[in-house]
């Protein structure tokens, strides 16, 4: 089988050269073990992070092992009485552990099944971590209440486009940051957002902010930071919130980022800044699942995906996030 691993740590932004492809050869299946194929896997910016050597919330990759991440697998052969050929899979954890890798083999009691009703990718997007985190950022954190406006960085990926149709499903107004004018038409005709704003167009964002929230910002949803968050911050309202979702315009950064001193606005406007992961809302999966497959069967919430064909692509498709190649969740299909 082919595994892709970890070939070196980058600095700075990745390229191909830190990943390697290899073939290796599984053992015997053992009794309650279960041999699964990925069919759909899932980049995620946040893999970046797992490529240094840092402490943080989840493990580093290691060099010299497959890179790992969600995904969708089909069981090919069964040692356990639960599984069998065909079945689709996903892990029972919270932590997303399918291997870069052709093939594998889990202990049963690690792998759950899945409805095979549903498109298997929605797993990874819509009903999948991105959309959870939209809805516990946006309910839990931002608190939209009728008549606000919501800002929203990252408007045009997995995340985004989630938040934005749920604030608007509050009664908000919504305006997204996104790159590229494809993907601000997209949000304004195809995702009903009120307005849009394209930051690689735009030498003057915090003049494009002013204009498209002309009563200020009540919720910032925050995926990108750097100078478009720089941008969105001085134009915020008294008692906003910030759910700090994602910053992945400094997740290649070589040098400490730095930026303007936002500390006396939030004080003078009693803003809420608050980071999150989404790991803190593991025991309540089951509610933001139900609260979102009750909007997309009565037709209210709309999705899109990048899915990229081929295994040798998830490098391509992971470094793809930090170009923007993707719009909605970017997925490859194995
Ligand atoms: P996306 O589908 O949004 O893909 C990433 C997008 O980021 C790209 O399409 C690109 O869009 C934009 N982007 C990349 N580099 C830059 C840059 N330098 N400046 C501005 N925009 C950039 O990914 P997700 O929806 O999965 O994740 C969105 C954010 O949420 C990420 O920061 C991620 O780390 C975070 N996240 C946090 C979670 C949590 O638990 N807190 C869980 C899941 C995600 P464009 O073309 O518009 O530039």
């Known amino acids: 089988i082919k595994q892709i691993i970890l070939a070196s740590r980058p ?23 279960v041999l699964v194929k990925p069919r759909y ?15 943080s919330y989840i493990p580093p990759f290691q060099v010299g092992q497959p890179l790992e991440g969600g ?47 549903i498109p298997p990718t929605t797993y990874l997007g819509i009903l999948g971590v991105p959309g959870l985190t939209a809805y516990f ?13 919501v800002v929203i960085s990252g408007a045009a990926g997995a995340v985004g486009l989630l938040v934005g149709q749920l604030a608007r499903i509050q009664g908000c107004r919504v305006v997204g940051i996104a790159g590229g004018a ?7 005709d195809n995702f009903d957002f009120d307005a849009a704003i394209d930051y690689k167009g735009n030498p003057d964002m915090s003049a494009a902010v002013a204009t498209a929230c ?29 759910p700090l979702c994602g910053q992945i315009a400094l997740y290649n950064s070589t ?32 509610e933001g699942v139900k609260y979102l497959s009750e909007l997309i069967k009565a037709g209210k919430l709309k999705y899109t995906e990048t899915v990229e064909e081929g295994f040798e692509l998830l490098p391509d498709a992971l470094l793809g996030l930090f170009s923007g190649k993707n719009s909605g969740k970017m997925i490859v299909k194995v």
């Open 41 to 55: 896997l899932s980049v995620d910016p946040y893999m970046r992070g797992r490529m240094n050597d840092a402490k």
């Open 137 to 149: 950022g946006l309910l839990d954190i931002g608190k939209p209440k009728a008549g606000e406006t």
């Open 182 to 188: 494809e993907k601000v038409k997209m949000l304004t």
């Open 11 to 33: 600095k700075g932004m990745p390229d191909k050269d830190n990943f390697k492809t290899v073939e290796i050869t599984l053992p015997e299946l053992k009794p309650g073990e």
């Open 255 to 286: 040098e400490v980022p730095i930026g303007p001193r936002i500390q006396p606005i939030m004080i003078t406007r009693s803003i809420l800044m608050q980071g999150f992961t989404i790991g803190n809302y593991a025991t309540r999966f089951g």
């Open 71 to 117: 995904g969708v697998a089909e069981v090919t052969e069964s040692k356990d009485a639960q599984f069998k050929a065909g079945d689709l899979v996903m892990s029972t954890g919270v932590r997303p552990f399918l291997p870069w890798a052709t093939a594998a083999i889990f202990p049963g009691g690690d792998l759950r099944k899945i409805d095979s009703s």
């Open 214 to 242: 002309p009563n200020g910002v009540d919720i910032y949803f925050d995926n990108v930071g750097g100078e478009i968050s720089d941008a969105v911050i001085t134009h915020l309202n008294f008692f906003a919130r910030i």
